[in-house]
């Protein structure tokens, strides 16, 4: 089945610091990718819809100049968390649309989500 | 606006007892209805879904079924194992908000040996 990628798996930072996490479609092209955040034991909240070649779409209140997204090809789109403090720490998970049957579930295209992302800012 | 309710957990079990994790849903269109799973320090998998009324999605010896009457994709397993135990997330996705997941809170399975 198709397979969403993230990197780092974990990262740790120093507050005032940026940190980039990449987020790749393996072996599928995703022109849409979209990027959820959670806080320790809440639910997926989505935070924006990463376009090739576009400017992302940015759900409300979500700081999109807190939160940089670049999609800057077919496999590729990175979330940098810009001068991240201690209220940044989450886990950040991206997802995509694989074609259609090779989600490794059968009938309708199904969202496949990358493993996540700990961001953790001292 | 569209929303998940899914009850409350921790929910903990025996194993082998059987496990039901209720969800209703609103939705403004015709929604596909999914479970998701999140096993400690990982991200999601798909575990079923269903894409129209009385579809049943079936996986690892999970079911479920849409309920469009009741608006309802409660989550059963017969026998539950101890590799059962992680968090189960019901969501949606509607035509109008293509690709974009609407969450339940997450309800937190634990079982004992």
């Known amino acids: 089945g198709a397979v969403v990628s993230q990197h780092p798996s974990r990262v740790i930072c120093k507050s005032g610091t940026s940190v980039k996490i990449e987020c790749r479609s393996l072996?599928?092209?995703?022109?849409?990718m979209f990027w959820y955040r959670q806080f320790p034991k809440q639910s997926l909240m989505l935070m924006a819809t990463?376009?090739?070649?576009?400017?992302?779409?940015?759900e409300q209140g979500v700081e999109k100049d807190k939160f940089l997204i670049n999609h800057a090809s077919l496999t590729l789109s990175t979330l940098t968390v810009t001068s991240a403090h201690p209220e940044d720490s989450s886990f950040y998970i991206c997802?995509?649309?694989?074609?259609?049957?090779?989600?490794?579930?059968?009938?309708?295209?199904?969202?496949?989500f990358g493993a996540g992302s700990r961001l953790t800012v001292l | 606006g569209d929303s998940v309710t899914q009850m409350e957990g921790p929910v903990t079990l025996s194993e082998e007892a059987c496990l039901t994790i209720?969800?209703?849903?609103?939705?403004?269109?015709?929604?596909?209805l999914f479970w998701y799973v999140q096993y400690p320090g990982e991200g999601l998998q798909l575990l079923l879904k269903?894409?129209?009324?009385?579809d049943k999605g079936s996986n690892k010896g999970f079911e479920a079924t849409y309920r469009k009457e009741t608006t309802s994709f409660h989550l059963e397993k017969g026998s539950v194992q101890v590799s059962d135990s992680a968090v189960y997330f019901c969501a949606l996705t509607t035509a109008d908000s293509w690709g974009k997941l609407q969450f339940g809170a997450g309800t937190q399975v634990v079982v004992t040996p």
């Open positions: 990463s376009n090739e070649g576009s400017k992302a779409t940015y």
């Open positions: 072996d599928f092209q995703a022109t849409t």
């Open positions: 269903a894409t129209k009324a009385d």
């Open positions: 997802s995509a649309w694989p074609p259609t049957g090779q989600s490794g579930h059968a009938g309708a295209n199904v969202l496949t």
């Open positions: 209720n969800c209703t849903y609103t939705a403004t269109g015709y929604p596909s």
